[in-house]
């Protein structure tokens, strides 16, 4: 494989541990800051301490804070911001008036009242422009792993299979393989939902309550996931894959999951303000919970747990009552969701 310009376009740390993979792989990567002194930390330190401070940057990984420098001549974007900053970065990057081979967001999330996906926001803002090849990238992959060269697997989706492959073939090495899917709604929407279920177990688990909870919250979850999914337009399947089932239990039981870590502090009843702000790190599962609760709304579909992180999330709701509450639902039969 020879050599391309990569840009990764947020510094955080799942940019950065994109980078390294890509890095590793002989590419020249830029990645694009927002700040000048991170930047500038980077470059001259080869580290990034604020959000992967373990991790060495090999000497093919620049940083800028110029998006038109980072994505000159490049053969494939990577954007890695959150969800929030989606928007404002596809108008960067539109500013550029470049056209752009392949685009890959690894983004995980969903706005909320628009209910848009990552790729639904960045195509209302016009990303088409630039590039038809649009591609998420989404599985269990915590960064501090990543960056370690930990074996991690991901999927890639895009509607546009050979730009799928092109991106499989950017990123694929020994120690991360990457697999393609055509399933572009659920691959976007496991990333997403499966945040809000991880704020759930970090909520059951910061209350005192033990494996099973978690592995009800998990199993439950997924088929809360795969019955609003499915009425999304997403394959069922793609929910008991990485970017589904994978990335629940990555999340739901990894100590270095933010969502997790952010529900375990909402369980021991630390106020969701202070959370975020200790935090230091996007937890996206806050804003999707309110996204994914509208979606259901809208769809007509039950999503009890969701609701009931919701309730504590934005209602003032205990967590011991949404538990209670939860236990205390009408009798069903465990598989309703599949028929
Ligand atoms: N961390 C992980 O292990 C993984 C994360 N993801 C997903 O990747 C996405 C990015 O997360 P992650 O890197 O972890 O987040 P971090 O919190 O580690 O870093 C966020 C980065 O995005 C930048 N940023 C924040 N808001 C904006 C904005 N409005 N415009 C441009 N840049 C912005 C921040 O810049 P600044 O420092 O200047 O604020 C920072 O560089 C999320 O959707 C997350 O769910 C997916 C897989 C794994
Ligand atoms: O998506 C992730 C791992 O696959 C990261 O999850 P957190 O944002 O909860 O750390």
New binding site residues.
Partial sequence: MGAKKVAVL??????T?LAIVLADNGHDVMIW???HS?AKEMNEHKTNE??LSDAFLPENIQVTTNVSEAIVECEAVII??????IR??TRQLLKADVKIPLIVH????IEPNTLFRVSEMMKEEGINEVSDDIVVLSGP???EEVAQRQPTTVTVSSQIMDAAKRSQNLFMNTRFRVYTSQDMVGVELGGALK?VMALGVGLAEGLGYGDNARAAIMTRGIAEMTRLGTKLGADPLTFAGLSGLGDLIVTCTSK?SRNWRAGYQLGRETPLDQVLEEMG??V?GVKTTQAVSQMAKREGVEVPITSAIYDVLFNGQSPVQAGRLLMDRDPKKETEHLQ
């Fill in positions: 947020g510094a955080g740390s799942w940019g541990a800051a927002r700040r991170q604020q959000y890695s911001v959150p969800t929030s900053g404002e970065m690894a983004t995980k999330g992959s915590h960064a945040n270095y790190m996007v996206e």
